[in-house]
C-alpha cells in the first residue's frame, strides 16, 4: 500500500498518529507572503493528551486546519495515522478526516432544525453507514455523554453546555483515532466548562483517546499532559503540563516569546 491510500488500520513503527517534518504554510496575499507556519517539527503519540497555545496570529488556526486535514502544508510533510496528506486527492483526504478526525469547535456547529440524535448520525451519514446502524451507534455516543434523555430534543431546546456534549458525542461516533478541540469551552460558563473538560479528561483517560485541543485558557490547557506554544509560526515551547511535573501553562494572551523559551 502506498502512502496514498488512506490506511484503515495501523500506525507507523514508532507509535506515533501524527508526525510533522519542517512543515511551512505561506499565503499569497498579493504582493506579498503570508509565512502562517515556519518549519514546524512535531510527533504526537498514539494516546497522548495536547494542548496547543498561541495567541492570535501565531499559526494556531492554521496548524489546526493541517492536522484536521482540511488544508495541506506548502512546504514539509504531514502524515496522519501513516498518510502523506499532500499526497491525496480531496475524496482522499475527506475519507482520511471521516475516518480519523472527530471534531469538535467552539460554536458547536449543530443542526438546528435536527434533533440531537440525528445531529450525531450525520458522520455516519457521509460514511454511507446504514439507518439502523446509525441510529444504534448514535444512541450508544449519546449514552457517552450523559444525554441518552435528551435525543429527541433540537438544539434550541439544549443548554450550551448539553449542545457541547451533542457535538463531543457526534464527534466521536466513527470512532476516531483522534479528537481535535478547538476552544471547546470558549462559549460555556466556568461551570459548564468544568464540566465538558471532566468529559473529555474521562475519554482521554478510560479510552486512550488522542486528543488535541486548542485554547486560549491557561485553566483549560492544564487538563491536558503536553503543552505546545506556538509563535509566529514556529513552535517555542513544547513541555508537560503542570500535573506532569512540567511548569505552569503560560498565559498566551500576555505572551512574549522570553517568557516561554
Known amino acids: 500500500m502506498t502512502d496514498t491510500t488512506t490506511r484503515k488500520s495501523g500506525s507507523p513503527a514508532n507509535g506515533s498518529v501524527i508526525d510533522i517534518e519542517d512543515l ?4 499569497d496575499a498579493g504582493e506579498t507572503a503570508v509565512h502562517a507556519l515556519r518549519g514546524v517539527n512535531l510527533t504526537i503519540r ?10 492570535s496570529g501565531s ?11 482540511l488544508d495541506v502544508p506548502s512546504r514539509g510533510v504531514y502524515r496522519l495515522a501513516g498518510n502523506v496528506t499532500s499526497r491525496l486527492s480531496r475524496d482522499e483526504l475527506a475519507q482520511l478526516r471521516n475516518t480519523y478526525i472527530g471534531f469538535i469547535f467552539q ?7 435536527s434533533t440531537a440524535l440525528e445531529n450525531v448520525e450525520l458522520p455516519m451519514v457521509y460514511a454511507g453507514v446504514p439507518k439502523p446502524l446509525r441510529h444504534e451507534a448514535a444512541l450508544g455516543s449519546l449514552a457517552k455523554v450523559n444525554l441518552a434523555d435528551r435525543t429527541h430534543h433540537l438544539p434550541s431546546q439544549l443548554s450550551g453546555g448539553q449542545q457541547q456534549r451533542v457535538a463531543i458525542a ?7 483515532r483522534v479528537l481535535l478541540a478547538d476552544e471547546p469551552t470558549g462559549n460555556l460558563d466556568s461551570h459548564t466548562s468544568g464540566e465538558i473538560m471532566k468529559i473529555l479528561a474521562n475519554l482521554h483517560e478510560r479510552d486512550g483517546r488522542t486528543i488535541i485541543m486548542v485554547s486560549h485558557d491557561p485553566g483549560v490547557a492544564s ?3 503536553r503543552v505546545i506554544v506556538l509563535k509566529d509560526g514556529e513552535i517555542v515551547a513544547d513541555q508537560p503540563t503542570p500535573r506532569r511535573g512540567g511548569p505552569p501553562v503560560p498565559d498566551v494572551r500576555a505572551l512574549t516569546l522570553a517568557e516561554v523559551v
Open 46 to 55: 498514539e494516546g497522548e493528551y495536547i494542548a496547543i497555545m498561541g495567541a
Open 24 to 27: 511551512h504554510k505561506i499565503y
Open 223 to 225: 487538563f491536558a499532559e
Open 170 to 176: 457526534r464527534a466521536l461516533v466513527n470512532n476516531p
Open 107 to 113: 460554536n458547536f456547529n449543530l443542526l438546528m432544525r
Open 59 to 69: 499559526g494556531k488556526s492554521t496548524m489546526l486546519n493541517i492536522l484536521g486535514a
